[in-house]
């Protein structure tokens, strides 16, 4: 009978020690897969994208390309259905759009922790796109060039929130500037 209690515990022991092994030996690879994946990521794509849905209440939506251009990225948006007038454009901390009025997206990409200001500030966050203008239509076109932001790094886009705003920005209200609730949302993901 102690034989048995010997071997069994002999036994649990070997089971525990494989299993840990063969979890860290998964876990290694994983991080090797990761690794490996992250850093053909970072060289593979050029391009980003990010579709903009409206939030509850509101009919605007739009399509908004990011693509770099040396080191800076070049942005293009056209958005439909805004109540004419300008209106507060700015990237999000997170890229969740779920809830009905995107606060769920969080506060403005800062991740430099400085003020807020006009997109041709020298400081502001790096999420700070200024203010889009609609036409009597409702329809905006914007393009700029922007070197706050990149595709990799602390200052990726990539899976952060778009907010277009109720207001215009107004560049001295911290930390916000002022614009008013979010009339739609979206997550930029990788393009081809």
Request: aromatic letters at 8%; hydrophobic letters at 35%; one cysteine or more.
């Amino acid at each position: 009978m102690k034989e048995n209690r010997i071997l069994f515990s002999f036994l649990f022991i070997i089971i525990v020690f494989a299993g840990c092994q063969d979890q860290t030996e998964r876990s290694m690879h994983s991080t090797d897969d990761n690794t490996m994946h992250n850093e053909n990521r970072d060289v593979d794509f050029t391009r980003a994208v990010c579709v903009l849905h409206p939030t509850e209440g509101n009919e605007v939506k739009g399509l908004i390309t990011f693509t770099k251009e040396g080191e800076n990225i070049k942005v293009v948006a056209h958005i439909q259905n805004l109540p004419p007038g300008s209106h507060g454009f700015h990237i999000h901390e997170f890229g969740d759009c779920s809830a009905p009025d995107a606060a769920s997206a969080g506060s403005h990409f800062n991740p430099a922790n400085t003020q807020h200001g006009a997109r041709t500030d020298s400081t502001r966050h790096a999420g700070d796109f200024g203010n889009i203008e609609a036409d009597e239509n409702g329809n905006a076109h914007l393009e700029f060039t922007d070197s706050f932001i990149a595709f990799t790094g602390n200052n990726s886009i990539i899976g952060k929130g778009v907010i277009v705003h109720e207001k215009a920005d107004d560049f001295k209200t911290q930390p916000t500037g002022d614009a008013g609730g979010r009339l739609a949302c979206g997550v930029i993901g990788i393009s081809k």
